[in-house]
């Protein structure tokens, strides 16, 4: 480039694991001589790291690149990520779109700009998926507490409603050995908490020999890292032997998150979902024998193609009975290139936001009542943030709480005793 200190800036959409991603890209920036700056400040650079699971997704990025020219008229934009590899010809065709860079070379973008960011010509990089098959490691350090770590990527699923096999191909690994170097190296920064990441974790090693148990047992022995979280697992690659070590672990946290997308049988066959509601029902049941206090996250679609009345309030029953926490809710939507987009009976947009609110509130109660069944317990909490004379963190069971206290206790541990639920948090006092 003409000059080492142009100014990039970046915006993430969608999963923890994009996350990761921009943070490894933009380290790559900075190591060639760029100067990273706030989104919201003049750069000459922005990159969009881009989700494509729902079509708001899609929009939130053409709107994302209308602000910035109207913002940075002469700045250069790119586009990467998932929309950018399922959709390259479309975003090619935004006005002010001068780069986008699908699967196979988004980490490459760096060499990219500085090949083409002083010529007038646009580059439009289109990747067959089936060639993507290698994994490239990443992690975040962009919070001062936690790290997400990649430690897979890609899906070899065949979920009917679902684009992410299009967008980022097979499922693929790394190594134990790798991941625990990195994890030592982000322990070096002082992170108390890491996450581990991926588009199906529990399909970690699967190519090469390994598997998340073993990762688990390795992370438990290694002196670099206190606090460790898993991402998000499918029901039936969810072990009893994970849920046995998660138990009786000290570092590996009690804190699920375990997608269901429908409580109707009729409905998880049309996704092509890989278990019914009895496995899902017993792995939940496991859980809470083992780790009573567990957190338990779910993921739900509403309005798939023919989901009637009958399977909405087979969905609602099943989550009421449920021993679990707090819902993420998603309205189904279309997307090109999946088997589900030619299902009959489509819901309407009406009946599909009038589902989610229903959803919204079970989620709440079972939140509040998660809350106040922990009170009265000590927890640790890593403190994350303060405002207003309160730090807040969040509990090994992932409850959000509130201590009074000064910034000096963000990224420190400390025992908390829990003594008031505040709907979806809690307040406590330290006591040591």
Same mark, same amino acid.
């Given at each position: =480039?003409?000059?080492?200190?142009?100014?990039?800036?970046?915006?993430?959409?969608?999963?923890?694991?994009?996350?990761?991603?921009?943070?490894?890209?933009?380290?790559?920036?900075?190591?060639?001589?760029?100067?990273?700056?706030?989104? =919201?400040?003049?750069?000459?650079?922005?990159?969009?790291?881009?989700?494509?699971?729902?079509?708001?997704?899609?929009?939130?990025?053409?709107?994302?690149?209308?602000?910035?020219?109207?913002?940075?008229?002469?700045?250069?934009?790119?586009?990467?990520?998932?929309?950018?590899?399922?959709?390259?010809?479309?975003?090619? /065709?935004?006005?002010?779109?001068? =780069?986008?860079?699908?699967?196979?070379?988004?980490?490459?973008?760096?060499?990219?700009?500085?090949?083409?960011?002083?010529?007038?010509?646009?580059?439009?990089? *289109?990747?067959?998926?089936?060639?993507?098959?290698?994994?490239?490691?990443?992690?975040? &350090?962009? *919070?001062?507490?936690?790290?997400?770590?990649?430690?897979?990527?890609?899906?070899?699923?065949?979920?009917?409603?679902?684009?992410?096999?299009?967008?980022?191909?097979?499922?693929?690994?790394?190594?134990?050995?790798?991941? &625990?170097?990195?994890?030592?190296?982000?322990?070096?920064?002082?992170?108390?908490?890491?996450?581990?990441?991926?588009?199906?974790?529990?399909?970690?090693?699967?190519?090469?020999?390994?598997?998340?148990?073993?990762?688990?047992?390795?992370? /438990?022995?290694?002196?670099?890292?206190?606090?460790?979280?898993?991402?998000?697992?499918?029901?039936?690659? &969810?072990?009893?032997?994970?849920?046995?070590?998660?138990?009786?672990?000290?570092?590996?946290?009690?804190?699920?998150?375990?997608?269901?997308?429908?409580?109707?049988?009729?409905?998880?066959?049309? =996704?092509?979902?890989?278990?019914?509601?009895?496995?899902?029902?017993?792995?939940?049941?496991?859980?809470?024998?083992?780790?009573?206090?567990?957190?338990?996250?779910?993921?739900?679609?509403?309005?798939?193609?023919?989901?009637?009345?009958?399977?909405?309030?087979?969905?609602?029953?099943?989550?009421?009975?449920?021993?679990?926490?707090? &819902?993420?809710?998603?309205?189904?939507?279309?997307?090109?290139?999946?088997?589900?987009?030619?299902?009959?009976?489509?819901?309407? *947009?009406?009946?599909?936001? *009038?589902?989610?609110?229903?959803?919204?509130?079970?989620?709440?109660?079972?939140?509040?009542?998660?809350?106040?069944?922990?009170?009265?317990?000590?927890?640790?909490?890593?403190?994350?943030?303060?405002?207003?004379?309160?730090?807040?963190?969040?509990?090994?069971?992932?409850?959000?709480?509130?201590?009074?206290?000064?910034?000096?206790?963000?990224?420190?541990?400390?025992?908390?005793?829990?003594?008031?639920?505040?709907?979806?948090?809690?307040?406590?006092?330290?006591?040591?």
């Amino acid at each position: =480039m003409s000059s080492p200190y142009k100014k990039v800036a970046f915006y993430t959409l969608g999963c923890k694991l994009n996350f990761s991603e921009t943070s490894t890209i933009a380290r790559d920036f900075i190591s060639a001589g760029y100067s990273k700056v706030n989104f =919201m400040d003049d750069a000459d650079i922005y990159v969009i790291n881009t989700c494509s699971v729902t079509d708001n997704a899609d929009s939130k990025t053409n709107r994302l690149i209308r602000k910035i020219k109207k913002k940075s008229p002469d700045s250069y934009v790119a586009i990467v990520g998932c929309y950018a590899q399922l959709k390259t010809q479309e975003i090619s /065709e935004i006005p002010g779109v001068d =780069m986008v860079i699908g699967a196979g070379d988004k980490f490459n973008l760096p060499q990219y700009l500085d090949k083409y960011y002083n010529s007038k010509e646009k580059i439009f990089s *289109e990747f067959n998926i089936d060639s993507v098959n290698k994994f490239i490691p990443s992690y975040s &350090l962009d *919070e001062r507490t936690r790290s997400f770590i990649k430690i897979q990527d890609g899906c070899d699923y065949s979920c009917s409603f679902c684009t992410i096999p299009l967008a980022r191909g097979r499922s693929r690994s790394g190594k134990i050995s790798d991941i &625990l170097k990195t994890i030592n190296n982000i322990s070096q920064s002082n992170i108390k908490e890491i996450v581990l990441s991926g588009i199906n974790v529990g399909d970690f090693g699967v190519n090469n020999g390994e598997s998340l148990l073993e990762l688990l047992k390795s992370i /438990e022995l290694t002196s670099g890292v206190q606090r460790c979280r898993i991402s998000s697992i499918e029901p039936n690659l &969810l072990s009893d032997e994970i849920i046995d070590l998660i138990g009786s672990s000290t570092k590996i946290l009690p804190h699920f998150h375990i997608p269901l997308q429908s409580g109707s049988n009729r409905i998880l066959k049309l =996704m092509q979902r890989r278990y019914d509601l009895n496995l899902y029902k017993s792995k939940i049941e496991k859980i809470k024998k083992i780790i009573p206090n567990c957190c338990i996250g779910v993921d739900i679609i509403v309005g798939f193609p023919s989901e009637n009345d009958e399977d909405f309030l087979s969905t609602y029953n099943f989550l009421n009975s449920l021993d679990i926490t707090y &819902l993420h809710i998603f309205s189904y939507s279309e997307r090109e290139n999946t088997r589900a987009i030619l299902l009959e009976n489509k819901v309407p *947009e009406s009946i599909k936001q *009038e589902r989610r609110k229903t959803l919204a509130l079970l989620s709440d109660i079972k939140r509040e009542d998660f809350i106040r069944c922990n009170l009265n317990n000590n927890y640790n909490i890593l403190f994350e943030s303060y405002e207003n004379g309160y730090v807040s963190g969040w509990t090994e069971n992932y409850i959000k709480t509130y201590v009074k206290g000064n910034k000096e206790l963000i990224n420190t541990i400390k025992t908390v005793k829990l003594i008031q639920c505040n709907s979806d948090s809690a307040s406590g006092e330290i006591i040591h």
